[in-house]
Nanobody
């Protein structure tokens, strides 16, 4: 059984930075593609970023490209999301997700989800 636990959320001012972590456990997790999604109040959950099993390929939503960086450390079974130049519209609950495929293909392909961590950007 795969378990995902996010941490690192909090309150930050506009223009600030925050780093999220996702501790993953479960058999074969290092072979899974991983992703970050977010859901703002009253909105649908949306894709933020994804990374292939080896870390060799990364994917970003246009809204965060150039500001966010996804990375992973398979030795620690941890995925990170470094968020810089944060905007008020980045406020959301951020979710970590795992895809049994090695590479990201679509938002609907993720099989496992964490509970989420709140990120609030004050304007």
């Amino acid at each position: 059984q795969v378990q995902l636990v996010e941490s690192g959320g909090g309150l930050v001012q506009t223009g600030g930075s925050l780093s999220l972590s996702c501790a993953a456990s479960g058999r074969g997790i290092s072979m899974y593609a991983m992703g970050w999604f977010r859901q703002a109040p009253g909105k649908e959950r949306e894709f933020v970023a994804a990374i292939s099993w080896s870390g060799g390929r990364t994917y970003y939503a246009d809204s965060v490209k150039g500001r966010f960086t996804i990375s992973r450390d398979n030795a620690k079974n941890t995925v990170y999301l470094q968020m810089n130049s944060l905007k008020h519209e980045d406020t959301a609950v951020y979710y970590c997700a795992a895809d049994r495929s090695r590479y990201y293909s679509s938002d609907s392909s993720f099989d496992y989800w964490g509970q989420g961590t709140q990120v609030t950007v004050s304007s």
